[in-house]
């Protein structure tokens, strides 16, 4: 699993898909995620707006990606 650290307290799923190199473009996310195949805590989940908090873990393909927020 690969943990992505981020600067805020949250993230929205189809910017976290590109900054955690799951997926190449906003385009990309947009597809994957509306055809059921991105899953956020092990639950598929379709809202491309998704807010993504610390400790939330997607998954896409096979690959996992981990949400860490920077701490100050």
Known sequence: ????TIR????RLGQF??????????ADAKTVIAD????VNGEVE???GRQLRD???VSF???EA???????
């Open 1 to 4: 699993m690969n943990d992505v």
């Open 8 to 11: 805020d307290e949250v993230i």
């Open 66 to 72: 981990r949400v860490l927020v920077r701490k100050p």
């Open 17 to 26: 898909l590109k900054l955690a190199s799951l997926i190449d473009s906003g």
């Open 36 to 39: 059921g195949l991105v899953h």
């Open 55 to 57: 400790g939330d873990v």
């Open 46 to 48: 379709t809202r491309r």
């Open 61 to 63: 393909q096979g690959a």
